[in-house]
């Protein structure tokens, strides 16, 4: 089974500070690793993906995450945010070859203050 | 290329009807999955259909029930509503499902029962 630990519920941080959002998981097979973005009445939109290979991946809006197989974890990082960041944060997990069955985190609110 | 679209975007219904909602996949996707997102229990997979076929069910009752049809645009439908049901049903497709690693989400329908 896979399960999806996001430490944090809320996040304020300060404009152009920068940022980490903590996510681990636990699963007895090998996963994908996600990060989606929800903003207000909207879906989910893809940060970025870990499938394989360089364990820091590079996404969208300047954000990046670091697996660590050994801490079974897969943190969020912005250098310098931005008021438009303000938004709901999600971590996800999925077996490869299981039609998309995501396992999401509860959800990280992270508000960026003036 | 059009996205994930989802009708209606928001629905009110009253306890013990039912309700039917509908996902378009991106063209050519031929993969969609549903999911539940409330604030009590976080995003949680309903089900998903690959080419009419339906490949996972999450652990949800028998009044969540789905169906896809040939051109790939897929329906929801929960019977006997409870208020419980209120929540943002979102749906993801992808072009292959089981070997896909990216899923696109609609904006959502956002059902509440009264």
């Known amino acids: 089974a896979q399960s999806v630990t996001q430490l944090d519920s809320q996040v304020p941080v300060f404009e152009e500070a920068p940022v980490e959002l903590r996510c681990n998981y636990s699963s007895s097979v090998s996963v994908y690793l996600f990060w989606y973005v929800q903003y207000p009445n909207q879906g989910l939109q893809l940060l970025l993906k870990y499938l394989s290979g360089s364990t820091l991946v590079k996404g969208i809006n300047g954000f990046e995450a670091e697996f660590n197989k050994s801490q079974t974890s897969f943190h969020l990082r912005k250098p310098s945010v931005h008021i438009s960041d303000t938004a709901e944060y999600f971590c996800?997990?999925?077996?490869?070859?299981?039609?998309?069955?995501?396992?999401f985190g509860t959800g990280t609110s992270l508000t960026v203050i003036p | 290329k059009a996205g994930v679209t989802q009708t209606p975007r928001y629905l009110i219904k009253t306890r013990g009807q039912q309700v039917t909602l509908s996902c378009s996949p991106i063209s050519g996707h031929r993969s969609v999955s549903w999911y539940q997102q409330t604030p009590g229990q976080g995003l949680q997979f309903l089900f998903e259909y690959f080419s009419e076929t339906q490949r996972n069910k999450g652990n949800f009752p028998g009044r969540f029930s789905g169906r896809q049809f040939s051109n790939s645009r897929s329906e929801m439908n929960v019977s006997t509503l409870e208020l419980g049901d209120s929540a943002l049903y979102l749906c993801a497709s992808s072009a292959l499902g089981f070997w896909d690693t990216e899923a696109f989400f609609g904006q959502g329908t956002r059902l509440t029962v009264v």
């Open positions: 996800a997990v999925t077996p490869p070859r299981t039609g998309n069955q995501f396992y």
